[in-house]
């Protein structure tokens, strides 16, 4: 009788326990589609967001409008006593829950020639993308590789980790990590049916390109046009799909063509 009122217990658990998504950088931008994307898809969403109040806000408020599920927490993912108390402080509210799905979206850019870079252009843009990434990823691979479920990383990198750009040589080297540590992490995770994986955009209508020269730029690309935010969250959509579940330690580009 014992063993049975055990097993109606793991049954209730697994019953009430709801999977997550959590998007760093998730208040603009791609981070922005994508938080809207999940919400589509009808998984909870945690928007995770640095500084921008107004801007997290107005994602929750969209996402409430479709009948989404949102949270948004603010903290800085460079920061490793910030995350910690922030995704501890969610773990507290959500007992049987847990984050089965992240995206490392975060990144900053401080674009210079290297010879001209401050320590801070240097520091601050490693410390946002790869600093973060380690410290928001290892506080939740624990449960993701101990629920039977399992779960799904997509890293962004980008366009600039695969072919470097000048005056970039910063924001080149922390994208270039980014897809080291997805495929080595994927190694590490694959038999707990946890995938990781490396989105990388091209040139991307969002607050980061605002400033290049589009027209010009375009000329470079196949397609003659700049990505939309969307196109890059229907990827990262699949990515964290069942239908990708074969998929690990993969870098996928979504560039227009542009190499």
Same mark, same amino acid.
């Given at each position: 009788?014992?063993?049975?009122?055990? #097993?109606?217990?793991?049954?209730?658990?697994?019953?009430?326990?709801?999977?997550?998504?959590?998007?760093?950088?998730?208040?603009?931008?791609?981070?922005?589609?994508?938080?809207?994307?999940?919400?589509?898809?009808?998984?909870?969403? !945690?928007?995770?967001?640095?500084?921008?109040?107004?801007?997290?806000?107005?994602?929750?408020?969209?996402?409430?409008?479709?009948?989404?599920?949102?949270?948004?927490?603010?903290?800085?993912?460079?920061?490793?006593?910030?995350?910690?108390?922030?995704?501890?402080?969610?773990?507290?509210?959500?007992?049987?829950?847990?984050?089965?799905?992240?995206?490392?979206?975060?990144? !900053?850019?401080?674009?210079?020639?290297?010879?001209?870079?401050?320590?801070?252009?240097?520091?601050?843009?490693?410390?946002?993308?790869?600093?973060?990434?380690?410290?928001?990823?290892?506080?939740?691979?624990?449960?993701?590789?101990?629920?039977?479920?399992?779960?799904?990383?997509?890293?962004?990198?980008?366009?600039?980790?695969?072919?470097?750009? #000048?005056?970039?040589?910063?924001?080149?080297?922390?994208? #270039?990590?980014?897809?080291?540590?997805?495929?080595?992490? #994927?190694?590490?995770?694959?038999?707990?049916?946890?995938?990781?994986?490396?989105?990388?955009?091209?040139?991307?209508?969002?607050?980061?390109?605002?400033?290049?020269?589009?027209?010009?730029?375009?000329?470079?690309?196949?397609?003659?046009?700049?990505?939309?935010?969307?196109?890059?969250?229907?990827?990262?959509?699949?990515?964290?799909?069942?239908?990708?579940?074969?998929?690990?330690?993969?870098?996928?580009?979504?560039?227009?063509?542009?190499?």
């Amino acid at each position: 009788m014992q063993q049975i009122a055990w #097993a109606r217990r793991e049954i209730e658990l697994i019953i009430v326990t709801v999977k997550y998504a959590l998007v760093t950088g998730g208040s603009r931008g791609i981070g922005r589609a994508i938080c809207l994307k999940f919400a589509e898809l009808g998984i909870p969403t !945690i928007v995770g967001y640095h500084s921008n109040d107004l801007a997290a806000q107005e994602v929750s408020d969209a996402i409430l409008r479709v009948g989404g599920n949102v949270t948004v927490l603010k903290f800085d993912v460079g920061d490793k006593e910030e995350v910690e108390f922030a995704l501890n402080a969610w773990e507290k509210t959500h007992p049987d829950d847990y984050i089965a799905y992240l995206v490392n979206n975060a990144g !900053i850019s401080r674009d210079n020639l290297m010879f001209m870079m401050t320590d801070d252009d240097w520091e601050s843009v490693i410390k946002t993308s790869v600093n973060g990434l380690f410290y928001v990823t290892r506080f939740l691979l624990p449960k993701m590789m101990s629920r039977g479920h399992g779960g799904r990383i997509v890293n962004m990198s980008s366009l600039s980790g695969l072919k470097g750009l #000048a005056g970039q040589t910063n924001y080149c080297a922390a994208k #270039a990590a980014i897809i080291g540590a997805t495929r080595a992490l #994927a190694q590490e995770t694959a038999t707990r049916n946890v995938t990781v994986n490396a989105v990388a955009p091209g040139f991307i209508t969002t607050d980061m390109t605002k400033d290049l020269n589009e027209e010009e730029l375009k000329k470079l690309i196949p397609m003659k046009r700049f990505g939309k935010p969307e196109e890059v969250a229907d990827l990262v959509g699949f990515l964290c799909s069942d239908k990708a579940s074969y998929i690990t330690g993969e870098v996928i580009s979504i560039n227009g063509g542009l190499f």
